[in-house]
Nanobody, 116 residues
Framework: QVQLVESGGGLVQAEGSLRLSCTAS????????MGWYRQVPGQPRDMVAT???????NYAESVKGRFSISRDNAKNTMYLQMASLKPEDTAIYYC??????????WGQGTQVTVSS
C-alpha cells in the first residue's frame, strides 16, 4: 500500500505562483509513475502532469510552459511548480501514484484557487 499526502495549495492571484508537494509513504519502492490531476466540481478528473521513476515527464497542453513536475526519489516527494497561474487553473489538485504492478493510489487533494 502507498499513502500520499499533498501540501502547498492555497489562494493566489492570477499570474502568481504556487508549489505543490506530495510525499509518499508505505511500499514506496513499488511506485513507478507519479503525477498530478485536477478536478473542478461537476467535471471529470484531468491529468495535469506525470513523471516516471526515471524522470520522464508528460504535461497537459493547457499547462505546458507554465507548470513543471519534478520528483525527488530520495525524499519520496514529488513537486508541481506552477507559474503564470490563471483563474481556469482553479481546482482541487490530487497526487497520484501507480505501482509497477498497476496499483493506483490517490492523495486527499489540495485546493488551488486563482483569483482574477
Amino acid at each position: 500500500q502507498v499513502q500520499l499526502v499533498e501540501s502547498g495549495g492555497g489562494l493566489v492571484q492570477a499570474e502568481g505562483s504556487l508549489r505543490l508537494s506530495c510525499t509518499a509513504s508505505g511500499t514506496i519502492g513499488s511506485i513507478n509513475i507519479m503525477g498530478w490531476y485536477r478536478q473542478v466540481p461537476g467535471q471529470p478528473r484531468d491529468m495535469v502532469a506525470t513523471i516516471t521513476r526515471e524522470g520522464n515527464t508528460n504535461y497537459a497542453e493547457s499547462v505546458k510552459g507554465r507548470f513543471s513536475i519534478s520528483r525527488d526519489n530520495a525524499k519520496n516527494t514529488m513537486y508541481l511548480q506552477m507559474a503564470s497561474l490563471k483563474p481556469e487553473d482553479t481546482a482541487i489538485y490530487y497526487c497520484y501514484a501507480r505501482s509497477f504492478r498497476g496499483g493506483q493510489y490517490w492523495g486527499q487533494g489540495t485546493q488551488v484557487t486563482v483569483s482574477s
